[in-house]
């Protein structure tokens, strides 16, 4: 007996097959190590720059002899100025400042230069009196108030 031809026992020619879509990669939603390490990395870069400011600021600037409002010690006395804003009660705020640090106290808050407040009548006259061209106010100040303090 003869083998059967392989073209006899053949399938007819099968249609090519349409393209696959490219295999879905399921999406992480945590961050890869590199990425979170990054940001871990740009976050304590930031509050080292803003303790480093602060610690000189606190060594060679600002006034002396003037007692700071106490805070936390990256954001200053912040938290609580945003809560006292928050419940319209801010001159209760700086009321309580002065009753525990005194007439004067300085106020250090991240990013900004230092403020000094004062309820002293002394301070005042002086500043707005015997020192007055010693503390430059700005053209906002004089230009609203030049009528009360002159020019």
């Known amino acids: 007996r003869k083998a059967p031809s392989p073209a006899t026992n053949a399938l007819p020619p099968a249609a090519p097959l349409p393209p696959q879509p490219a295999a879905m990669t399921p999406v992480s939603l ?21 303790a480093a400011h602060r610690l ?49 106290v300085a106020l250090a808050l991240p ?9 002293d009548p002394r301070n005042v006259e002086h500043m707005l009196k015997t020192r007055f061209d ?5 053209t906002y100040f004089n230009d609203r108030l030049a009528d009360l303090l002159g020019s």
């Not at 190590?33 to 871990?40: E, F, K, W």
């Open 30 to 50: 945590v961050a890869p190590p590199a990425a979170a390490a990054s940001g871990r990395l740009a976050a304590g870069l930031v509050a080292v720059a803003i």
């Open 111 to 119: 990013l900004q230069p230092v403020r000094v407040c004062t309820t």
């Open 56 to 104: 000189y600021r606190w060594r060679f600037g600002g006034p002396r002899g003037v007692p700071y409002v106490a805070g936390h010690w990256l954001f200053g006395p912040l938290p609580e100025i945003l809560a006292a804003i928050a419940s319209c009660r801010v001159h209760d705020w700086w009321w309580s400042c002065h009753r525990t640090y005194g007439k004067t």
């Open 134 to 138: 010693n503390y430059i106010k700005g």
